[in-house]
């Protein structure tokens, strides 16, 4: 059933004291700006009109939806994800393109943070490349990588790349264990030396802590007949969690289970200055739409985003209680640490927590939630 037909067949009654009713396309006679001026919803002529003309379409169109669910792929859900695009692929964007349960998603990136490469840093890891320093050795550097971070994949591809082609088995850390936090960050590394793969482990992890817990049993195994394990290098940013090398160099630990992990900063992080305008024409573009949401990935964006959003009271700083009724937008979170800087700083529990920091994590827990809804 088409909304054409749903608006000449159904009269709904709508909570703001009007009714939409079936007539004629040009019925609609508020304001030359209203932007259903001209369809088949009929609004009346109160002085706020356009707001209910709005509403009214929104109203159908979740009314075709529920009525016939195949509409929902005609009817997609923007998804604004406050983060910076992947390349060459944005596993993002992969997933929630893809129709699931019924429902699809039109994703769209508003980049919240920039990154520039650290060229000390850069500087380190290069050298030690050049002197074929990561290898299985036990005169190595390093007996393995570790990354935990796209942008850090990006800055060791850029040190790939200024010696592609020039020796056969650049950059050489293939006999070696590469540790990956999450399937992203996992297809990042598989594109950085495709004629000489990468070994890379602990994609099913999804997290620093129970990725640094795999690590002490597989690289103990790796390097099973070493007392002492070789240094691992781990590629970050400026700011980052200490889980890893606080796990993994734990003095309680037996030496022989220890493990040194040298951190080397290879980018920083600044907040994209655009980043309010950006935001309000996302907004501004999807604002008849019955529904969307916004995904946040870090507690950096979750101000703005507020305040983009217009929940944000500035006398008090915390989230204007009446402004949570009613609403189109809704709020996810990529896990629990910006789920309780929500909480704790702007007391705002975010409408979805992903269970696990993944695109399968967030689509699930949207899905979930707006099951519950119907």
Known sequence: MSLETLNSTFALQLTRQYVTTPYPSSACQNSPNCPRRGTLVQCDNHHDGEIKCQIAQRTLETFAMAQNPSLASAV????????????????YEDLLSRESDGCAFEPAFVPVL????????????????????????????????????QRAVEAFASLVDERKGTEEDWPHPQNIPVYSVGPATTRALQSVSPHAPLQIFGEHTGNGDALAKYIMDHYGQW???RPTK?????????????????????????????????????Y?????????QDFEKHLKDTEDRPTRWVVVFSPTGCEGMLRGLGMLDESTGKVKKDGLEGR??????IGPTTRDYLRRTFDLDPDVCAEEPSPAGVQRGILNFMGKQT
């Open 230 to 266: 070789p240094p691992l290098l781990f590629l970050v940013g400026e700011q980052r969690r200490d889980i890893i090398p606080k796990t993994l160099m734990d003095t309680t630990l037996p030496s022989g289970k220890r493990i040194q992990v040298d951190e080397v900063v290879v």
């Open 76 to 91: 997609k859900v923007p998804i604004l994800l406050l983060k910076t695009k992947s390349t060459p692929g944005d596993s």
């Open 223 to 225: 390097y099973q007949d």
């Open 114 to 149: 920039h990154h520039t490469f650290q060229e000390q840093g850069l500087a380190t890891v290069r050298h030690v490349l050049q002197q074929r320093g990561i290898n299985p050795g036990t005169d190595a550097s390093y007996g393995g990588l570790i990354f935990t971070s």
């Open 328 to 333: 189109q937008t809704f709020i996810a979170t």
């Open 268 to 276: 920083g992080t600044g907040v994209m200055e655009s980043f309010p």
